[in-house]
């Protein structure tokens, strides 16, 4: 059983009352100071009860038999119900409840014990005692009990001892954080009420003093109007203590004499925190008759413990300044590598993201972490309103991280442009990341990514993954992973310089039904930091979490789904969250298609066929004529340049001359000349909220471009006439040839 539990069930208490005052006989007449004799027995339960010190004996299991009176003072309860209960239930604070078990250890094994705990009493309030423990023996030599005797920390004769302890404790605590409010926090949690009623910390903020702690014991709230309150300016008179403190750059102490003592105030001591030669601002503590104290007076010797306190404070402030400004610098310098807060409106598209960085961690075996990652995420619009979607993570946290991912965000936006499949383009974006090791780190950064391609017309969805999570696919009320299951690929920069081999990356594609959602998110969503027992979420766990946070979001915006998903996982992320949310159109978009044989009179058939369509879209008369002008250039430029010339006939010198006679030549066995296949190419039109795209499809594999005609020329003024009309225009490879758009704006 515990040292602290419950005793054994018809357990005989082996220590009562009497074992506290245990002693021999008393003569007839006691002698007192001097050799004068008393005239009766003094009771050795009066000096029980009037000894300024609380005494609490406890019987081999931790249960409490007896208490004095000044307990009852020291840890703020009223009756006998702690009589019979566990001595953890004077309410030893849990972060100490190890090391009295180690006092009930120690001391049942014959040694003395000493140490500090801090109580919370019932009010709430915390109290620091120092206490010390002796073992209570039978006459037999048997160790029955323990007696533990304790007083309030820093208000005793060992306040040397006190001192350091009420340090280290500081020193602990402020080393939990370097954010500043949590570095503050710890500040007051530590000093108030153990060892001020009030305390106030005001930071110098540009060129004045701002109020950022106003802490009071027992929850006092001050009197409107009276003293500042955090957020608001103090302006301190030069005669002042906290103005003498700063000009002098140590602590201060003085008597309330003042407007303060109508509050109760009686002792004041105020000391700089200063860092590095500069003042950073003040910190003023204060005693008051609320805090109930024997002696609510500060002394000499406090002014040089609160010196002390303000040293480790200022340094301790000085330090979250420093994290929190290089912390902001790397924030913004990852965000203006991600894209802007609102993503752009696209055609057929709602979407939603969302990044997130994690607050600092001291962890990962590598210091405090800034927590800055390289999770990116991207939305790139491409030829004819189709769009390109990525989502990626780069290994590792920091400044270096989010360079690196700024870096492949470019390279992946530089790539996408041509319009090449996601399978090369992960290919190439692999290539670049291994390109990336540094002599100092000759192991390249290692990537996850994945890069989707989207149709809105067609609703197909493509991709590449790069060893990235596959996403949420919603449709209705269904919600479950996008299949992954052939596109695996390796991380990027996984296969390192001198290792022979390509990373395969495969290419997969589906048709989306209508009103289809996606959910691309980085790990730092189902990563979370352990939950209040300690435990973790798996990652399955945390999946099926976020898959019915989808599912009850599913009918919402994709603002909502986003803000479900995020939420999905309890607990303190940690690590940056990048997530977006996708959701298809539920309606059809316009388009017309046709193809026509790659012949000059087929450049009016495919005008007629673009101004009926612009007609039933309802497009103005001007913008109309000039979307078939650009037509008319774009299919003249195919018909002209981009069909396959037939090779020229060669004879045979010397060779007879052969007859192709009817009668002579039998041509049904299959001898002759199969008949040529005429070229073809395809008009497609699109139509969308804020722009019109036209495409021209050709087998033939050459790439156009621009001309510099001459003067005299006939020819060579068409491309120029689409780059210097339309808004964006360009060419694409396809798997049969090529495609060359424009787009035009409908505004």
């Not at 030069?238 to 009686?266: C, M, Q, W």
């Not at 601002?281 to 010797?301: C, I, K, Q, T």
Request: net charge negative.
């Amino acid at each position: 059983m515990s040292q602290w539990g419950a005793a054994e069930e018809g357990a005989p208490p082996a220590v009562g009352a009497q074992a506290v005052g245990a002693h021999d006989a008393a003569p007839d007449s006691a002698r007192g100071f001097g050799g004068h004799a008393f005239d009766a027995e003094l009771p050795p339960e009066t000096v029980f009860g009037q000894v300024e010190m609380a005494v609490i004996v406890t019987d081999r299991f931790s249960n409490i038999i007896s208490f004095n009176a000044f307990a009852k003072k020291l840890f703020g309860f009223g009756g006998d119900e702690f009589i019979g209960q566990s001595v953890l239930s004077l309410g030893i604070a849990e972060e100490d409840h190890d090391q009295a078990m180690d006092l009930a250890r120690h001391v049942l094994r014959g040694g003395v014990w000493e140490g500090t705990f801090c109580n919370l009493r019932d009010d709430g309030t915390p109290v620091y005692t120092r206490a010390q423990a002796v073992p209570l023996r039978h006459p037999s030599g048997s160790i029955d009990g323990v007696a533990i005797f304790a007083r309030e920390a820093l208000r005793s004769n060992q306040r040397e001892q006190d001192r350091y302890g009420l340090l280290d404790r500081i020193g602990t605590r402020l080393a939990a954080s370097l954010e500043l409010d949590v570095t503050l926090r710890a500040v007051a949690g530590t000093l108030v009420p153990q060892f001020a009623d009030h305390l106030f910390i005001d930071l110098v903020t540009g060129d004045k003093l701002v109020r950022r702690v106003a802490e009071h014991a027992r929850g006092w709230t001050p009197p409107p109007g009276t003293w500042a309150e955090p957020g608001e300016q103090v302006d301190y008179p030069y005669d002042d203590l906290a103005a003498k403190a700063i000009r002098r750059r140590d602590a201060v102490l003085a008597e309330s004499t003042g407007p303060n003592s109508d509050f109760g105030v009686t002792s004041l001591i105020a000391a700089p925190l200063v860092a590095r030669g500069e003042v950073l601002g003040v910190m003023s503590l204060a005693l008051s008759n609320l805090g109930r104290r024997p002696d609510p007076h500060y002394d000499e010797f406090d002014r040089t413990l609160v010196g002390a306190i303000a040293s480790r404070v200022a340094l301790s402030i000085d330090n979250a300044l420093l994290f929190e400004e290089e912390r902001q610098t790397a924030l913004a310098f990852q965000r203006q590598l991600l894209p802007g807060e609102r993503p752009p409106d696209l055609d057929g598209l709602k979407i939603a993201w969302r990044y997130e960085p994690a607050p600092p961690l001291e962890s990962h075996g590598q210091g405090v972490q800034t927590q800055v990652g390289g999770d990116w995420y991207d939305v790139i619009p491409l030829s004819a309103g189709r769009v390109g979607i990525v989502i990626g993570d780069v290994e590792g946290r920091g400044a270096r991280a989010a360079a690196v991912m700024g870096q492949l965000r470019a390279a992946l936006r530089a790539f996408a442009q041509d319009d090449k499949s996601p399978a090369d383009i992960m290919r190439k974006l692999d290539e670049w990341t291994r390109g990336m090791a540094r002599p100092d780190s000759p192991r390249p950064p290692l990537v996850s990514c994945s890069y989707f391609v989207y149709d809105a017309w067609s609703r197909e969805l493509t991709w590449a993954n790069a060893g990235h999570h596959p996403p949420l696919l919603a449709v209705g009320d269904i919600v479950g992973d996008l299949d992954f299951s052939r596109s695996t690929g390796a991380m990027l920069g996984m296969r390192s310089a001198g290792f022979g081999g390509d990373t395969v990356f495969e290419e997969e594609t589906v048709v989306l039904a209508p009103g289809s959602m996606l959910v691309l998110y980085t790990d730092g969503l189902i990563e979370r930091r352990p939950k209040a027992d300690g435990s973790f979420f798996t990652g399955e766990e945390s999946r099926g979490l976020v898959r019915e946070a989808v599912a009850r979001a599913a009918r919402g915006d994709v603002e909502g789904v986003a803000h479900a998903v995020f939420s999905a996982v309890p607990g303190e992320i940690d690590d940056d969250v990048a997530l977006v949310v996708i959701r298809t159109a539920p309606e059809e978009l316009a388009v017309r298609e046709r193809t026509f044989p790659a012949e000059p009179i087929m450049v009016s058939e495919a005008r007629r066929l673009a101004s009926d369509a612009f007609t039933a879209w309802g497009l103005g008369d001007d913008a109309a004529e000039t979307a078939c002008l650009l037509v008319s250039e774009i299919v003249t430029n195919v018909v002209l340049h981009a069909t396959n010339v037939p090779a020229q006939k060669r004879a045979l010198v010397g060779a007879p001359e052969l007859s192709f006679d009817e009668d002579d030549w039998d041509l049904s066995g299959g001898l002759g000349r199969p008949e040529p296949v005429k070229p073809e190419f395809r008009l497609r039109l699109r139509r969308g909220a804020r722009a019109l795209w036209v495409e021209v499809f050709d087998p033939d594999l050459r790439l156009p471009r621009i001309r510099n005609a001459g003067e005299t020329d006939e020819g060579g003024r068409g491309l120029y006439l689409v780059d210097q009309i339309a808004a964006r225009w360009g060419s694409r490879p396809t798997p049969n040839g090529k495609a060359v758009w424009f787009e035009l704006p409908l505004d």
